[in-house]
């Protein structure tokens, strides 16, 4: 009599779960190979939103996709003899239901199944740009405040959020430099945002960030020919060159005065004029005058002519009175 005990039957396959993730900064249906791979070859595509912007290409391509939500147990059935499950995901990622699976499989009481997450877009560098533009749109429609909004209303945060720019960079702190960037940043957005409604303020077409984006690109593109064209640029003084000769020739401005703010502070006003004059190779004896803005005058040119921003420099200096000012503040206390 044989008392050997027949061999346990194998177990089933545990099968597969494929986690498919995209991003909603890349146009839909544009997925990768591995991802049409897994939704080709899948027993079974579920998605709990029926919404989501990608079913509609996926059906297009001949895949079946449900509608469902299944917990994690159900999941991990759905897999048994084999089969391969992909989930199209959705919001974050489905946390509720991959925090599931990640009890059931620490519980040892479940064969899991292979469980694999496969990115299928990637968001590009700039991604997150288009989510600031999202958000500006929504505030801009929502907010009491920002809806009624102006580029001469908004022109002063833009002047305020420059300097506290510069500041941050002086200062050399990188967490407020970050900050201070997101804020400018924040400020085209905002008149782009503005302009694209074409209101009467502007007595214009309107235009929109894209329009901003695609005119800077075409100007950096034109202006560094030693980069997108046939000419060559061996040192920074040769690039200064292209740059001012071809924005010469766009411009086609009478006077190398030309273009210069006369708003902006007195002691870069005088600065850029003293740059010009010297890029252009003209002998200008500064002008006679009495009093200290003469005085700032000539200094600023001074400054200008050793490679000194006497705006800068005039910061520095403040600041070291400014820090003197609380030692003695302290000292009196």
Known sequence: MNTTSPEAAP????????????????APGLLSWPAWQALHAADEVLCADGTHP???????????????????????????????????ATGEGEP?????????????????????????????????????????????????????????????????????????????????????????????????????????????APFSIDDVAGGIVAKLIHRHPHVFGDETAATPEEVKEHWLRTKAIEKQRQSVTDGIPLGQPGLALASKLASRVRTAGLDVPLPKGEGIGYELLALAVRAEAD???PEAALRAAAR???????????ASA
């Open 96 to 204: 509720a239901l991959t925090d599931g699976l990640a009890r059931l499989a620490g519980s040892g009481r479940v064969s899991m199944p292979e469980l694999e997450l496969l990115p299928a877009s990637y968001d590009l560098p700039g991604a997150r740009l288009l989510d600031l533009v999202q958000v500006m749109d929504r505030i801009r429609a929502e907010c009491p405040w920002s809806s009624q909004q102006t580029h001469k209303g908004l022109a002063k945060y833009g002047i305020e959020e420059a300097y506290e720019l510069v500041e941050a960079i002086e200062d050399g702190d990188r967490d407020e430099l970050r900050e201070e960037l997101g804020d400018v940043l924040l400020q085209v957005v905002f008149h782009s945002r503005i302009a694209e409604e074409g209101r009467a303020e502007d007595g214009a």
């Open 307 to 309: 490679g000194t921003d």
């Open 54 to 88: 990608q079913l509609p290409y996926l059906r297009e391509a001949g895949i079946r996709v449900a509608e469902a939500s299944p917990s994690a147990e159900e999941l991990v059935g759905m897999c048994a003899g084999g089969h391969t499950v992909v989930v199209v």
């Open 11 to 26: 177990a089933a396959a545990p099968g597969r779960i494929v986690l498919l993730t995209t991003s909603h900064r890349v």
């Open 320 to 330: 070291t009175y400014r820090d003197a000012v609380r030692a003695a503040e302290g």
